[in-house]
């Protein structure tokens, strides 16, 4: 097996991105990423992806076992990336609705900003494969269970009217989710900004005060 | 090319349906939506389609030129009825919440009653080829317009509050849509009940009165 210097995987300039992906591992999770969510899982080889990154079949083996490996890494990075980002913009100390925003604001801005791996990691969760499909199905649960906390605490103090929490946590992540299906990045709004229209419409409500 | 008569394709017993499927183009339509939806569309050749419905490729050709015929089939009629289906439970004299719970619930009975052909459909929306296309566009532009005209009067006779009726109606087919990734038929709430409390959560709001 080739050593890692000698199976660089090429940096390709890329907008707003740095010129030189320092990880490899990373690097061809985000080229299979772009390819699976362009082509399906099934329509893309190792072949073509070795051959998209100027890499020999080989050197994609030095980091991955199989096609399958690759595509629950992606589905398992950005499941946690998206957990992390979301966790991170959320403080015990505001209240409810200020942080039911700030869920809703990180999960669209993750979604902008690792757009094909999170087109991926939707895709994958009906299609993942042991032993990842554990730990993705903990971290979803967890992720889901966070939100619903949120919601929980507002109907408790007051913040919130008395709705049905799962009803309530499915609603949001049904909008936030449904945006892979139409929002495009590189467009003039920003994911996050939809996502804090849909908590306000939310907040509200529909029916006048 | 076989007449008709014996090419039939065999309607088999499920639960809730007629015994005979007198329909035989129908029929196809309804396996082959079940075997897309479960392995996607590269995953499904004529042959399995054919031996599935233990018929030979020549009858399938009989009604389809190719699987991407069929394919489009499927997506355009889920679409032709899912507006049909969501148009008659509209009445012009009924006032706009009683419209919007109208159209949310007999969204989600169609998606519930016609849940294979659904489920491609919303797939297939990325994928499909001229000649289609552009009907298919035609008919979903539309059932978006009317769904936005149901909240716009809302707004205007002050039934609702002052909301943005694009994002109102990007919310409600979101969540209506987003029940495709994890309502299961056969489960023991009906899914027009689940969107009767999504309904009813976008109209309350979550803020307390």
Redesign the interface.
Known sequence: MAAPEETAVPARRRRGRPPFVENHRERILERAAVLFGTH?F??VGIAALADDLGVSKAALFHYFESKKEIYDSIVLEALRGLERSVYDSLSDEDDP?TQ?LAFMRAHAQFFEDNYWKFLVM?VG?GGISPPLVDEVMEIRNAYEQRLRAI?RA?VKD????K??VD??G??V???L???A??YKPGGPRRAAD?AA??GD?????????
Do not use: C
């Open positions: 399906g099934q329509g609705e039911l939707l969760f919601i507002g007051g913040s919130f009217a709705v049905d009803t309530a499915r609603a992540l049904s909008m989710n449904w945006m299906r139409w939809v229209e849909y419409l939310l907040l509200r409500g529909l029916s006048p005060k």
